[in-house]
């Protein structure tokens, strides 16, 4: 995500951004990073539907449903999985392995495409 | 062969010279005073050459009896008797009302008396002067007195049924009552009084009567080309009475008159070509089927569903009295089509197909609304035979899996919803392709490409 400027006092902000985004560069392991850019990938899917449907139609509103809910559910799933291999999370889940959450991914994830391909049509 | 099937031919000729020429058959009743019967024979030997079958009876005689148990013996009757006051039990104006009802057609003559028949009239739109009261007219001028007339058909009169008339061009001598015609749209005047014309009580009417009944009436004086001398009037169902305002229109001697420049009278035709009208002969129609099916298919579906492409036809026939048959009609052009539910939906022309003689179709798309929808011909010409037809269809919204499936307008939430299953997989697999890489240097750090 590029660091954005803010115009009334761009120096500390582009400085706080700057440091924001080279912590997070440093300190996210690849493997975090690679959601993320996943997360990204479907957050501007999402967008990009919700502004064709509020400026050019949502007549088949189921469609729109579909494709939607199919970034956002995806989006929910990616960020579970997310938070459950993070290594800072360990003592919260401690039960689950990483393995374990990218079955469980898998498996809703699988489920979700499911319903969305039975809506869209 | 060619023997045989000339024998056929001549079978078939025979048979059409000995049927009737009549769409709705060809026994006919002849109710007249039997001292006047032989008044009418150069009419009643044109009947019997067209074929029909002639029975005589007097006004106060019993038998036969027109109608019995709504059961009617006759397919037309002509009533000639027009100064009878009494007639016999059975002809009074509600029974002749009945057989009309039945598809009876009647000729009924009138006079100058006021008779049972001249008080029906009323109930047929026909506004008759008081008694005594006779037409008359000082023109042209001629050696016949004033009340006979000699009318020759203009534009004005019912130019269709009179064609063989005034192909003649000969005058059709007329001495009788005429009739000024109300609203009714099923009122057919076949032929007008001229414009010089009026009505005047020389008859043994009154000046007064005929001014009091002008006034009260609202009618004006009986007078000029709107009053009618022979007026049909076609029942809804489409049997069909002609009202004459003279009996003598019909006799011999009318019918054998030449005028001082030795021109014929025109009497005799005319006297047939009414009779053809009434006796359902001529401007005779029918529907013979209809049909509706949606474009592309040939057999009618049980439903129809919105904005469906429906095709109607319909095969309209003429009789054709020559042969005795019905032939296909194309000569319709203002036929309509109506789509109803309540009200028309659909209100379209129903043209003449070309190349195929009798039908009529139309291609159009059924409303956006679901109901009972009704396809409707309701043709009405005067002089013609109604043309009536109503068939009763459903019209129904799509199926659930009746509507269209996949949009263009919808492409990008396809596009969303493909992409991002694509892209779990493509997730999927670099991860666990990555976990097994991860695994073994798992100390260090993971590379991983995106």
């Known amino acids: ?121 | 062969m060619f023997s045989l099937r000339r024998i056929l031919l001549v079978a078939v000729g025979l048979a059409s010279l000995i049927t009737a020429k009549s769409s709705s058959g060809d026994s006919v009743l002849v109710v007249v005073e039997p001292k006047r019967q032989d008044d009418f024979s150069i009419f009643y030997q044109g009947l019997k050459d067209q074929g029909y079958d002639l029975t005589f009876r007097g006004p106060k005689d019993e038998k036969p009896l027109i109608a019995e148990y709504d059961e009617v013996a006759f397919a037309h009757v002509v009533i000639f008797a027009s100064e009878t006051k009494n007639f016999a039990a059975d002809i009074t104006p509600q029974s002749l009302v009945e057989i009309l009802k039945l598809k009876t057609n009647l000729i009924i003559a009138l006079s100058t008396k006021q008779t049972p028949l001249s008080l029906l009239a009323p109930e047929f739109s026909l506004i008759l002067p008081p008694p005594g009261t006779p037409l008359i007219t000082y023109f042209p001028k001629r050696a016949e007195p004033a009340s006979l007339i000699p009318i020759t058909p203009t534009q004005q009169d019912a130019t269709n049924i009179l064609s063989k008339t005034i192909k003649d061009g000969r005058p059709i001598w007329f001495s009788g009552v005429p009739q000024a015609l109300g609203t009714n749209p099923q009122l057919v005047p076949i032929l007008h009084a001229p414009p010089e014309s009026f009505g005047a009580e020389i008859d043994g009417g009154s000046p007064d009567a005929i001014v009091d009944s002008a006034d009260k009436g609202g009618e004006g004086l009986w007078a000029g080309s709107q009053l009618s001398v022979v007026t049909g009037f076609q029942t809804a169902e489409n049997s069909r009475v002609t009202w004459v305002g003279s009996v003598e229109l019909f006799s011999d001697e009318l019918a054998q008159k030449v005028d001082a420049n030795g021109v014929k009278s025109g009497n005799a035709q005319f006297a047939l070509d009414v009779a053809a009208w009434t006796f359902q002969e001529s401007l005779v129609l029918r529907i013979d089927k209809v049909e509706h099916h949606r474009v592309n298919e040939t057999e009618p579906r049980e439903l129809y569903t919105n904005n469906d492409e429906l095709v109607f036809n319909a095969y309209i026939s003429q009789f054709n009295a020559k042969q005795g048959v019905w032939v296909p009609y194309s000569g319709i052009n203002d036929l309509q089509l109506e789509f109803t539910m309540l009200d028309p939906h659909i209100r379209t022309a129903l043209p003449p197909v070309r190349g195929v003689p009798g039908k009529y179709s139309v291609t159009f798309r059924a409303p956006d609304r679901h109901g009972v929808f009704k396809f409707i011909i309701d043709h009405k010409r005067r002089g013609w035979t109604h043309l009536q037809s109503s068939v009763t269809v459903p019209v129904v919204p799509p199926r659930h899996d009746g509507y269209p499936r996949f949009l263009s307008a919808a492409w990008p939430y396809y596009a969303g919803a493909i992409s991002t299953s694509v892209a779990f997989f493509l997730f999927s697999a670099i991860w666990l392709g990555g976990e097994v890489k991860e695994s073994a240097k798992r100390p260090g750090k993971a590379a991983k490409a995106e």
């Not at chain 1, 509103?61 to 999985?81: E, P, R």
């Open chain 1, 1 to 121: 995500m590029a660091p954005k400027s803010s115009p009334a006092n761009s120096a500390t902000a582009v400085n706080a951004f700057h440091t924001l985004w080279k912590a997070y560069h440093d300190n996210t392991s690849d493997r975090l990073k690679f959601i993320d850019s996943f997360l990204v990938f479907l957050m501007l899917s999402g967008i990009v539907q919700f502004v064709y449907c509020v400026l050019v139609s949502n007549f088949p509103y189921n469609a729109f449903l579909a494709g939607f809910s199919s970034t956002v559910g995806q989006f929910v799933l990616a960020a579970s999985l997310r938070s459950q291999v993070n290594p800072d999370n360990k003592n919260e889940f401690k039960e689950v392995s990483p393995e374990r959450a990218f079955a469980d991914f898998a498996l809703g994830s699988i489920v979700l495409h499911f319903f969305v391909y039975n809506f869209l049509g």
